[in-house]
């Protein structure tokens, strides 16, 4: 059985979080074993899990529990930046 990852999307509901959803869901068609889940950042408990993760603001990605740089994600936690 193929391991199950998560790309969890952060969205407000605005276009450019449409095209995150729409992102979230292309990259999970790419590859077996991962799901989405979408969170909209309105409610307490996605606002919550959005700022465990490090990311500040909506539209965002994070697969695996680790925020996408290039999707609203932090910066680069490696280089100190």
């Given at each position: 059985m193929d391991a199950q990852h998560i790309i969890e999307?952060?969205?407000a509901?605005?276009?450019s979080?449409?095209?995150?959803?729409?992102?979230g869901h292309e990259l999970a068609?790419?590859?077996?074993?991962?799901?989405?889940r979408i969170w909209n950042v309105k409610?307490?408990?996605a606002h919550a899990?959005?700022?465990?993760?490090?990311i500040t603001e909506p539209p965002a990605i994070a697969i695996d529990g680790e925020?996408?740089?290039?999707?609203?994600?932090?910066t680069d936690r490696r280089s100190g930046a």
């Open positions: 999307v952060f969205t509901g605005c276009p979080c449409n095209g995150a959803v729409a992102y068609a790419s590859s077996d074993g991962y799901r989405v409610h307490a408990e899990r959005m700022h465990r993760l490090g925020p996408l740089i290039c999707c609203g994600g932090p």
